[in-house]
Structure formats: structure tokens, C-alpha cells
């Protein structure tokens, strides 16, 4: 299997490259490598796939950010972690250009939103919307991936027309205009010279065929609104507003078509102990000085129960310990990450008379009171709470 290019490279920009620039990027890619240009040309093609493939990731925000961070290790549906490659990559050429076209505005023979295959004219599927929702989820469940199965208020397709918005699915017409094709004719100047295009015929919206009775139940949309089951799958390790792409599980097209997809934005449930950092968690213990001068164990929140936690002897303010394994998995599945202990020691604010004694006592004490090397270490390890 041929190795995947870097899409900055694909289409020769620069990874800070604004959205202008890889616009104009594209456009002169596909210009070079349109298939009108290139007649019968398979390599041209497939640059020309390429060059979309690479277009369709870096235009969009949110895939552009996934790409930066994971590459072409991205799984299905648009997960992180599966190195499965971006959907993109199943493009096909009524794809690219139904999607891309207005970026020709319409100069192309086939990018009126129609693709010219073996002498005949195939009108592009319609596509319904997508849906948004929101997940939470608690850090036990991030740690571990989670099963979801929720009801959705969706678009489905009405049962009574088949999708088709007429009476009984029979109640059609061929359309006048276009005489059934769904497509008319359209000359146009272009780079290349004259073109003539199949376009969208205006008055069937590329159907060939026009409603005469529209049924009933779903008043000739031919979806209708109803609450269905989709059961999902979420990787463990995912972050806070992170947006995961389930396909086909949106919207149901009007007049048929295929499904939108399910937007699923994870919303993390603060933990009241625990803070996250990336694959790490910390958190924040409290030692009274008898623990911290003589060593010990205390009990401390994991994320997925208690833990027993051994404190050497003169442990000092800011040391950090660490729970190797006890944090969040990596989505790209490159292990797991830590429990950071950060340690603080209580300094008693009220005293009574015989604890106040008992520290009297101490003062003077060679032990008690720290020599040249020991607060040079000691500073050493707090210097990052001020950097």
C-alpha cells in the first residue's frame, strides 16, 4: 500500500498556510489536474483525487487541527488512534465534485453538480444534515471507552412514500423541462474555452420527475421526525470538547438520498479530586508534619477507586510522586499516562499549650533546622511552581 503524502505537501503550502491560500492552492491543483484537462489520463486523476482528499482536511478547522496532531493515523469515523486514514480518502470524482464545485463557480463541464460517466449524465446524491449532541462522560469512563445507546430526536425516512414525498410513492410526473434527465444544458466560458454543462435542472431540482399528490404524513418531504436508538462507540482516552464523527446517523435527505452524520461532542464531568492534564491526572495531597517528618502511607483518589500511597521519611512541600499507569490512555494508543501526587505539608494554625511545648522543645534542634544543601535541593524542586 502506497504511503500516504503530507497534505501541506500535496498542495505545496506552508502548515501555517491561512484558509485563502490553501483555497487558491486547491484550485490550482485541480485546474492542472481536472480530468476535461486530462482526458483518459489515470494518474491525473488520482492526483486530482489527491489534491481534494488534501482540500477537504486542511479547509475544515476541526479536521485540519486532527490532521496536525495525529497525521494519517486517524481511524474510522473519523477517530483518532485506528490508522485507518481520513474518510476523504474514499472519494469518488461525483464526490469531489459536488462538494468543491463552487469553488469553480461553475466553470467546469462536470462541476455543475453532475458527473459525465460513459456518455451519461449522473445526477450527485443528496445528503441529509447532520445532528449535534452533546455526551458527558466521567473521567472512569474516559479512562475506559464507552458504549453509549441514546434516543435521538431524527429525520427518518417516511415509510408511506419511501422517501419520495408522493402519494402511495407513485404520484410523479416526468418533469417538462428536462423531459426526465434532471439535467439541461449550459453553455459557458471557461480557462479552457467553451464548455457546455449538464446542470441542475431549476424546475425538479435535478429529480426528473415532479410531485402531482403529496403524501400525507410527511406533506411531499418525504422524511419525517421521530426518535430513534443509535448506539455508539467512544474510544477511551478522548478530551474535553473534542467532536467525533459517527457516520451515516444524522439525518435521513429529503426525496432520498443518504443519511447526514451524528456530530458527538464529549463534555468532561470535572472530577472533584482529581485534575486533569493531557493524559496525566494530579492531585493535591495534604500531609500533617508527623507524616511528612516520619514517613507513612495515606489513601488517595484514583481514577477508578483508592489507592494506597507509601510516603518516605522527609518528604518536603512541592515533591511530586507519582502513580505510574493510574492516568488516561492516549487515543493514538501510545500507553497510558500518570497520577501525579503533589504534596503539600499542613503547618498547624492554632495550637494548644502542650503542642506549642512539644515544638518549643524542637527549636534548636541540629535535625530540625536545614543546612545550606538542603534548601538549595528543596528550592531546586519547587522552582517549578514560579517558571
Do not use: W
Not at 57 to 85: C, I, T
Not at 212 to 238: L, M, N, S, W
Amino acid at each position: 500500500m502506497a504511503t500516504k503524502r503530507d497534505y501541506y505537501e500535496v498542495l505545496g503550502v506552508d502548515k501555517n498556510a491561512d484558509e485563502k491560500t490553501i483555497k487558491s492552492a486547491y484550485r490550482k491543483k485541480a485546474i492542472q489536474y481536472h480530468p476535461d484537462k486530462n482526458p483518459g489520463d489515470k494518474e491525473a486523476e488520482e492526483k486530482f483525487k489527491e489534491a481534494a482528499e488534501a482540500y477537504d482536511v486542511l479547509s475544515n478547522p476541526e479536521k485540519r487541527a486532527k490532521y496536525d496532531q495525529f497525521g494519517h493515523n486517524m481511524g474510522p469515523q473519523g477517530f483518532p488512534g485506528g490508522g485507518g486514514g481520513f474518510h476523504a480518502g474514499g472519494f469518488s470524482m461525483e464526490d469531489i465534485f459536488s462538494q468543491f464545485g463552487d469553488i469553480f463557480g461553475g466553470g467546469f463541464g462536470n462541476m455543475g453538480g453532475f458527473e459525465t460517466a460513459g456518455g451519461r449524465t449522473r445526477r450527485r446524491q443528496r445528503r441529509g444534515s447532520d445532528l449535534r449532541i452533546k455526551v458527558k462522560m466521567t473521567l472512569a469512563e474516559i479512562a475506559t471507552g464507552v458504549t453509549k445507546t441514546l434516543k435521538i430526536p431524527t429525520l427518518v425516512k417516511d415509510t408511506h412514500c419511501d422517501g419520495t414525498g408522493a402519494k402511495d410513492g407513485t404520484a410523479f410526473t416526468t418533469c417538462p423541462t428536462c423531459g426526465g434527465s434532471g439535467t439541461v444544458l449550459r453553455q459557458q466560458q471557461t480557462l479552457f474555452g467553451l464548455s457546455q454543462s449538464a446542470v441542475e435542472c431549476p424546475q425538479c431540482k435535478g429529480e426528473g420527475k415532479i410531485i402531482t399528490d403529496k403524501c400525507q404524513y410527511c406533506h411531499g418531504e418525504g422524511v419525517v421526525r421521530e426518535d430513534r436508538t443509535v448506539t455508539f462507540t467512544i474510544p477511551a482516552g478522548v478530551a474535553d470538547g473534542q467532536t467525533l464523527t459517527v457516520k451515516g446517523q444524522g439525518n435521513a435527505a429529503i426525496h432520498g438520498g443518504v443519511n447526514g452524520d451524528l456530530l458527538v461532542v464529549i463534555e468532561e464531568i470535572k472530577n472533584p479530586e482529581l485534575i486533569r492534564d493531557g493524559n496525566d491526572v494530579i492531585y493535591n495531597l495534604m500531609l500533617d508534619i508527623p507524616t511528612a517528618a516520619l514517613g507513612g502511607s495515606v489513601e488517595v483518589p484514583t481514577i477508578n477507586g483508592r489507592a494506597r500511597l507509601k510516603i518516605p521519611a522527609g518528604t518536603q512541600p512541592g515533591k511530586v510522586l507519582r502513580l505510574r499507569g493510574k492516568g488516561l490512555p492516549s487515543t493514538e494508543g501510545y500507553g497510558t499516562g500518570d497520577e501525579l501526587i503533589n504534596v503539600m505539608v499542613y503547618i498547624p494554625e492554632n495550637l494548644t499549650d502542650d503542642e506549642k511545648k512539644t515544638i518549643e522543645s524542637l527549636q534548636g534542634k541540629p535535625n530540625m533546622t536545614p543546612n545550606e544543601s538542603t534548601k538549595t535541593r528543596i528550592f531546586s524542586k519547587l522552582k517549578h511552581i514560579f517558571e
